[in-house]
């Protein structure tokens, strides 16, 4: 391990000694950059140092300084030097030059240092641009007069030379025009005529100057006439020309003045000047050309006369006949008086119901009245002549000389006319008219002749001294036959009308009314009774056809009985109409016209309600449970039959489901459910089990199952239990609950049926609760069975009324509380049997408990549900419609011994129609019923069977 260190250290410190001769290093890099100025390009004057000098940097790799390193300069531009340039850089490794440009402008300009330092070199290099500004002398690029013309600015170029030669356009030029009313001359150069001739320019620039002639001048290009064509409306009239001459920019050539030429003189004269005067000598066109130099311009010269004047003469304006004409002279002239010859003038009258004029100028009388016909040229001058047409009365000519009249009351013009001496009416003359029989036929004061009745008279029409006569026959002719309706119509079967109808002339009025040939088409619908009595006998349509005073006449008949009477009424045996969905709701039902005949067509049946479908009557069926009114109407007539329907209920099936409980109490059996949802929306169980295999009466505890959907139940425990002493009211098991709040305090109250087989018998009794799980139980008896509370009696004749088989409560409106349960009728003589009743009980505190009456018998059961009836649960099926589930049986009555489940209903839960049986299976008996949210809880077990009844429940259905 020593003997490597030798190697090691000789090689390190050649390295060092390597290092040290070379200030880059054996692997550095040499850096030459610019310091100052960091301009991109330097700019300069030729031949002239910049303002500025230029200073360098030389780095190694590291940024670090090289000092001492050689530096060589490279210059580029002609005549270009350095001046004070070092050869080495110094202790910063920095090093300044002054550079003096080339003296070409044209020519780049470039400046490069190169640094060496050992094996290592770098250079830069810096671009420079010569801009000559030093003016030497100053000249006019144009080297001949410049032409400038009015209105175009011309510019005058110039250039600078500097000391070296090199052309510029320099900075701070002035520029002076010598005579400024010849042209002007601006800061840029650009010189502007004023008027034409010769002048010169001076520009200056520094100690420099130069002159120059400029040219002002105009040509003219156009002449310049407005307007462009004259128009002369008269002869002799003079009109004015302007003529301007314009140079190539559209000034104004204000010295000279352009010669004209008339081509046809005989149109025109002319005469020159500053402005041009022109008259019009004849009709027609000539132009005037106006010239100068090769330069022309024509304008046109039109002399058409106008009319401006227009005078009407004739020989008479007034006429006594209407068609009498007279013809209208016409005088035209222009404005300087001057006639116009061949005229066409239009002719028009302002009332062309006076006068009308016709284009050559003729006037015809047309009508009474006063008018104004005008002449007019085709430019609208015109002239006017007053017209007046007053008719006068030459004779009275009537149309024809007789007037027959079919119609009284008819009328017809006399039509006498008073004419004038050309035939034409004179309408405005009032004639005067009378006639020589008023009873016959009058005529008024227009000449209007109304016939009055049948005969011949004649009227006068007169005006002045002259008459016409007219004869007047007035004979009635009839052409229909009226009838007081075209339909007549019947609503009653046995109903009787006379045909009427009455032949009348064209006005209506009444020539003969005697009915004659009636005759009926349809004899099974109409009756003839005589000549012109008919008598309906069924309903439809016919035609009857007659003749009056010969006219042929027919009317429509019509037989359609009209309801006056409607009858309805249910037949069904029982109050409440208790039927399957679907069944044709048993309503007999009629209507009557006033005659007492049946209508064939059955009344229409409406439900208010929607319990029974809508429609003929005997068609409407059972579809809803509900109190309801039917609506049967035929027409107007309505009788409304009041109606309780109860559909029917559906069970999913005859045994339902059985439920599932996730546990029981072992060797036991379960009995007397009961159901309700309670505040917080869970569906409560309540079972009894009593144990099997007791030697002595089962004893059972009250049993509370908990559910969410009805159908799958969690066992949550006792909820009461039998009292200790096998002997106490409630010794033997605690069976069938209801819950209601309670009515003295917060809470909810709890009604069981409890006894004890050998002591008390069974009754209800109470227990309180502020959750609706813990219940505690209260003292005394609620519903009694009759017994006293002391030393037991000897059952049963101490007990007769055994109550609590099934119970449910609700509040009645007054605020009592009523409990419907099962219990034995309260009768003591005869002693009251072994059958289970449905009965009332009200209280007022819920507490203090009173028997009502017996709302269900077992006798009214069929045969087979006669034995007994019990566990009442009711709903609402409607407002006021009430059902009934419970169990019966045929205990005492029939074997083999059966129970099934029963529905009922009612409209005040006082009396119950029962409906039939709802649940039941041969072989197997159904025990209790509950009814909650249309699942219908209960117990089943097999007949004759080991004794295991099984909680079910079925879906109900009711519509």
């Keep these: 391990m020593r003997a490597l260190r030798w190697p090691l250290l000789a090689a390190t410190l050649l390295c060092l000694i390597g290092c040290l001769g070379d200030p880059v290093g054996p692997g550095g890099t040499l850096v030459v950059r610019r310091l100052a100025p960091l301009d991109s390009i330097l700019v300069g004057a030729p031949g002239r140092p910049l303002p500025t000098a230029i200073t360098f940097e030389a780095v190694d790799g590291d940024g ?13 531009g002609t005549n270009g030097r350095l001046d004070q340039a070092p050869g080495v850089t110094d202790s910063r490794g920095q090093f300044s030059v002054v550079w003096v440009l080339g003296t070409r402008a044209s020519e780049p300009q470039g400046l490069t240092a190169q640094v060496a330092e050992g094996r290592h070199k770098a250079a830069v290099t810096v671009a420079a ?147 041009y005067t022109v008259r019009s000598v004849s009709n027609g066109m000539t132009p005037v050309i106006l010239r100068a130099g090769l330069v022309a311009q024509t304008v046109q010269v039109v002399v058409n006369q106008k009319v401006a004047s227009v005078k009407l003469s004739a020989s008479h304006t007034t006429f006594d006949a209407l068609g009498d004409t007279v013809h209208l002279a016409a005088a035209v002239s222009d404005s300087m008086g001057a006639p116009l010859a061949n005229q066409v003038l239009s002719y028009s009258a302002n009332d062309t119901s006076v006068a009308t004029a016709s284009a ?15 002449s007019r040229a085709y430019n609208g001058v015109a002239d006017s002549v007053a017209v007046v047409v007053a008719q006068q009365v030459a004779r009275v000519v009537a149309k024809r000389d007789s007037v027959l009249l079919d119609a009284l009351q008819a009328v017809l013009p006399v039509q006498a006319t008073p004419v004038d001496r050309l035939g ?36 006068t029409a007169t005006y002045g001294s002259d008459t016409a006569k007219v004869a007047v026959r007035v004979t009635q002719r009839p052409v229909r036959v009226l009838v007081p309706s075209d339909t007549v119509r019947f609503v009653a ?38 000549s012109i009595t008919v008598q309906s006998r069924a309903n439809g349509t016919t035609v009857e056809t007659f003749t009056v005073s010969g006219i042929s006449a027919k009317v429509t008949i019509v037989v359609a009985q009209v309801a006056v009477r409607v009858t309805a009424s249910i037949v069904f045996s029982q109050p409440i109409l208790a039927l399957a969905g679907g069944t044709a709701v048993p309503l007999n039902c009629a209507s009557y016209d006033r005659n007492g005949s049946a209508i064939p067509t059955p009344p229409t049946v409406t439900s208010i309600a929607g319990t029974v479908s809508s429609g003929p009557c005997g068609q409407s069926v059972v579809r809803a449970s509900g109190l309801d009114t039917l609506r049967v109407q035929a027409g107007n007539v309505v009788a409304n039959v009041p109606v309780s329907v109860a559909v ?62 009805g159908l799958n139940f969690h066992n949550d425990g006792v909820v009461l239990s039998y009292a200790p002493d096998s002997c106490a009211p409630d010794g033997s098991g605690i069976e069938n609950v ?26 209800v009794f109470s227990a309180v609760s502020t959750d609706e799980r813990n219940w505690v139980k209260e003292d005394g008896v609620r519903l009694s069975n009759g017994g006293e509370l002391f030393t037991p009696p000897s059952p049963p004749s101490g007990v007769p009324w055994p109550v609590g088989e099934g119970m449910t409560i609700d509040r009645l409106t007054d605020g009592r509380w009523r409990i419907i349960t099962a219990s034995f009728d309260h009768v003591l003589n005869p002693a009251p049997d072994d059958h289970w009743q449905i009965s009332e009980w009200l209280s007022g505190d819920q507490v203090n408990w009173t028997y009502s009456s017996i709302i269900l018998r077992a006798s009214q059961m069929p045969p087979e549900g006669q034995g007994s009836v019990y566990s009442p649960s009711i709903v609402q099926l409607a407002p006021g419609l009430f059902r009934m589930f419970f169990t019966a049986d045929n205990r005492h009555v029939s074997s083999p011994r059966h129970s099934t489940l029963w529905t009922a209903v009612s409209t005040d839960k006082q009396t119950w129609q029962v409906e039939g049986e709802l649940l039941g299976v041969s072989g197997v008996d159904l025990y209790y019923a509950t009814i909650i949210d249309g699942r219908l809880y209960f117990l089943s077990n097999v007949s004759g069977a080991a004794w295991a009844p099984v909680p079910r429940v079925a879906t109900i259905q009711m519509p």
């Design 738 to 763: 209801a819950v209601a709040p309670r009515s003295d305090g917060p809470g909810w109250r709890m009604f069981y049926a409890g006894g004890s087989w050998g002591c008390y018998g069974w009754q």
């Design 64 to 76: 670090r300084p090289v000092r001492g390193a050689g530096v060589v300069w490279t210059l580029a």
């Design 129 to 275: 641009v010569a801009k000559p500004v030093e003016v030497s002398s100053i000249a006019f690029t144009a080297h001949d007069t410049v032409v400038v013309k009015l209105g175009v600015a011309a510019p005058m170029a110039v250039k600078a030379t500097d000391p070296f030669g090199n052309q510029f356009v320099p900075a701070g030029v002035r520029f002076v025009s010598l005579d400024t009313s010849l042209c002007t001359i601006d800061s840029v150069g650009s010189v502007r005529a004023r008027k034409r001739g010769f002048g010169r320019v001076v520009v200056l620039a520094a100690t420099a100057s130069d002159t120059a002639w400029v040219h002002p001048t105009q040509v003219v290009q156009a002449i310049l006439a407005v307007p462009d064509t004259l128009r002369f409306h008269s002869l002799g009239q003079i009109a004015s020309l302007n003529v301007q001459l314009l140079d190539d920019q559209g000034l104004s050539v204000k010295d000279s003045l352009a010669v004209d030429s008339v081509v046809v003189d005989t149109v025109a004269k002319i005469q020159a000047g500053s402005t």
């Design 493 to 530: 079967l046995g109903e009787t009308q006379a045909i009427q109808g009455i032949a009348v002339d064209s006005l209506g009025y009444a020539v003969s009314s005697a009915v004659q040939g009636l005759r009926v088409t349809d004899t099974t619908v109409m009756r003839q009774v005589d």
């Design 648 to 709: 029917a209920p559906v069970a999913d099936g005859p045994m339902g489901q059985p439920i599932v409980v996730d546990s029981f109490l072992p060797n036991s059996y379960r009995w007397t459910p009961s159901v309700r949802r309670n505040s917080a929306g869970l569906i409560e169980l309540y079972l009894t089990q009593y144990p099997y295999g007791t030697s002595q009466y089962p004893r059972g505890n009250l049993y509370r199952f908990v559910s969410a959907d």
């Design 360 to 374: 050559a100028g003729v006037v015809t009388s047309k009508g009474n009245g006063t008018t104004w016909v005008r």
């Design 424 to 459: 034409a009416s004179v309408t405005a003359a009032a004639l005067t008219y009378a006639t020589g029989s008023p009873s016959i036929a009058t005529i008024d004061a227009t000449g209007d002749i109304r016939a009055i009745a049948n005969g011949t008279t004649l009227v």
